[in-house]
């Protein structure tokens, strides 16, 4: 059973940077894509980043392209959000989330299965 644990989050000025963090455990294959989400207080979850594990393809959505790099590292099993140039509204709790093969149009939340519990991130100005 695929487990996700995300760590990472904490309070910070806008303008600042930050580094989440997402261990996985339970699967031993790479045929898998992971993604990060963001829900903020009374909006709905929305989807930032997603990488697939055997080639390393990254997506992007707009509100972050440039300022959030995905990345991974398969020996350590974990997934990373690397988080620059902070805004107020990039306030939320995080989280991370997988599914089994390629991350081919895979944003919204029922195309991923696995999600791990989130980790706050509170943006001030």
């Known amino acids: 059973q695929v487990q996700l644990v995300e760590s990472g989050g904490g309070s910070l000025q806008a303008g600042g940077s930050l580094r989440l963090s997402c261990e996985v455990s339970?699967?031993?294959?790479?045929?898998?894509?992971m993604a990060w989400f963001r829900q903020a207080p009374g909006k709905e979850r929305e989807w930032l980043a997603r990488?697939?594990?055997?080639?390393?393809?990254?997506y992007y959505a707009d509100s972050v392209n440039g300022r959030f790099t995905i990345s991974q590292d398969n020996a350590k099993k974990t997934v990373y959000l690397e988080m620059s140039r902070l805004k107020t509204e990039d306030a939320g709790m995080y989280y991370c989330?997988?599914?089994?093969?390629?991350?081919?149009?895979?944003?919204?939340?029922?195309?991923?299965?696995?999600w791990g519990q989130g980790t706050q991130v509170t943006v001030s100005s």
């Open positions: 990488i697939y594990e055997m080639s390393g393809r990254t």
């Open positions: 989330a997988g599914r089994w093969g390629s991350c081919q149009g895979a944003f919204r939340l029922d195309d991923f299965n696995v």
């Open positions: 339970g699967y031993t294959y790479r045929n898998y894509c």
